[in-house]
C-alpha cells in the first residue's frame, strides 16, 4: 500500500488569498493588528510558524504566542466556515481527475501533509469542491513547529488506522513548493514536485525532487508516478 501525502495549497487547491484573509481578520480581532502579514511571504510555511513570526513582529513573547494559539486556531476556523464558501477557490487543473482515480486504487491511502491547521484545511478543500473526506489522515501545521516534521506524524496516523507500517519507502508526498520537497526529504520519502502553485518548474528543479510535473493534468502519467 501507498500513502500519497498531499500539500493543499497550490498543490491540490487555488486559495486566491482567502487563507491570508481568515488569519488577517482573526489576529486583527485579537491583538489588534495582524503585523506585517500583508508583505509576509506565506509560501511553504506552516501556520504555525506564520502567526509565530508576525506575533513576534509586533512584540508578542513566545509564551504569550503560545497562551494564544488555541484562541488564534478558533477563530480562524470559525471565520473560515463563512469566508471560504464565498471565496474563489478553485481545484487545481488534474486534481479532480487524479483523486477520483486514486480513490479506484485500493492500493492507494490518500492523506494531507499541509500548513493549514486541522480545522480550516477540511474548510478549504470543500469551498474548492474537493470532498475532504477522500482524505483518511493528514498531519497540519497545528501538529508541530515545523513542515519537517509532518511526513512521519502522518505515516504514524496512517499505521494507527490500518495497521499497516508505513515508512519513507511506501510513501509520497506531493507538493508545489521547495518546503514540500525538503519535508519529503526529512522522512525520506518519495517528494513529487509539481509547478502548479507560486514555484516555477526550475526553481523546484534546483531542489532535485524525485518527480517534476508541469500540472497534474496527465492522469495516467501521474498515476504511473504515484502508483509505482
Ligand atoms: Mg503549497
Request: aromatic share 4%; glycine share 8%; with cysteine.
Amino acid at each position: 500500500m501507498k500513502l500519497l501525502l498531499f500539500d493543499i495549497d497550490g498543490t491540490l487547491i487555488r486559495s486566491h488569498g482567502a487563507g491570508r484573509e481568515i488569519l488577517a481578520a482573526a489576529l486583527t480581532e485579537l491583538f489588534g493588528t495582524a503585523g506585517p502579514i500583508d508583505s509576509y511571504k506565506m509560501s511553504g510555511k506552516i501556520d504555525y510558524r506564520i502567526i509565530t513570526d508576525l506575533l513576534t513582529a509586533v512584540g508578542l513573547t513566545h509564551d504569550e504566542i503560545e497562551a494564544n494559539l488555541p484562541n488564534v486556531y478558533a477563530l480562524m476556523a470559525e471565520k473560515a466556515h463563512t469566508a471560504f464558501p464565498a471565496s474563489d477557490m478553485t481545484a487545481c487543473p488534474g486534481v479532480q481527475p487524479l483523486l477520483a482515480a486514486l480513490n479506484q486504487h485500493e492500493d492507494a491511502l490518500l492523506g494531507l501533509v499541509t500548513g493549514n491547521i486541522s480545522s480550516t484545511a477540511p474548510l478549504k478543500l470543500a469551498a474548492a469542491g474537493i470532498d475532504p473526506a477522500q482524505f483518511k489522515l493528514g498531519a497540519y501545521g497545528s501538529d508541530a513547529p515545523t513542515r519537517n516534521q509532518l511526513p512521519i506524524i502522518a505515516m504514524q496516523r496512517a499505521r494507527a488506522l490500518t495497521g499497516r507500517p508505513f515508512t519513507g519507502q511506501n510513501t509520497i508526498v506531493i507538493g508545489d513548493t521547495p518546503a514540500d520537497i525538503l519535508c519529503a526529504r526529512a522522512s525520506k520519502a518519495t517528494a513529487v514536485a509539481v509547478a502548479s502553485g507560486w514555484h516555477a518548474a526550475h526553481t523546484l528543479a534546483r531542489y532535485q525532487p524525485d518527480h517534476l510535473l508541469e500540472n497534474l493534468n496527465d492522469t495516467a502519467k501521474t498515476l504511473e508516478i504515484l502508483l509505482a
